[in-house]
Nanobody, 117 residues
Framework: VQLVDSGGGLVRPGGSLRLSCAAS????????MNWYRQPPGEGRDLVAR????????YYTNTVKGRFTISRDNAKNTVFLQLNSLKPEDTAVYYC???????????WGQGTQVTVLS
């Protein structure tokens, strides 16, 4: 099982990035996919979630209207489009795959997003 996060970088406020998470080794289409983030010195928090078929999404309030989660089950990949970035979005972003029954929980290695003027 592998989740490979990519797409992070250094951007100025107002900029955009597109994060990708490529999955392998499990049945991707049956897993709810999440993006979490962990700012420096803080805990890891849920940013966005997408259902198995991609029709239902959830966003934490601080990113609503700016971030968009999507998935391509044919390519075993989940994306997070980050627009109108703010310095407070600076964090390591982690992809997560979750299945409730039987319980399975996989994590990517993280990708650093830094928003700096």
């Amino acid at each position: 099982v592998q989740l490979v996060d990519s797409g992070g970088g250094l951007v100025r406020p107002g900029g955009s990035l597109r994060l990708s998470c490529a999955a392998s080794g499990f049945t991707f289409s049956t897993y709810v996919m999440n993006w979490y983030r962990q700012p420096p010195g803080e805990g890891r928090d849920l940013v966005a979630r997408i259902s198995t078929n991609g029709l239902i999404t959830y966003y934490t309030n601080t990113v609503k209207g700016r971030f968009t989660i999507s998935r391509d089950n044919a390519k075993n990949t989940v994306f997070l489009q980050l627009n109108s970035l703010k310095p407070e979005d600076t964090a390591v972003y982690y992809c997560n795959a979750y299945l409730s029954s039987p319980y399975s929980d996989y994590w990517g290695q993280g990708t650093q997003v830094t928003v700096l003027s």
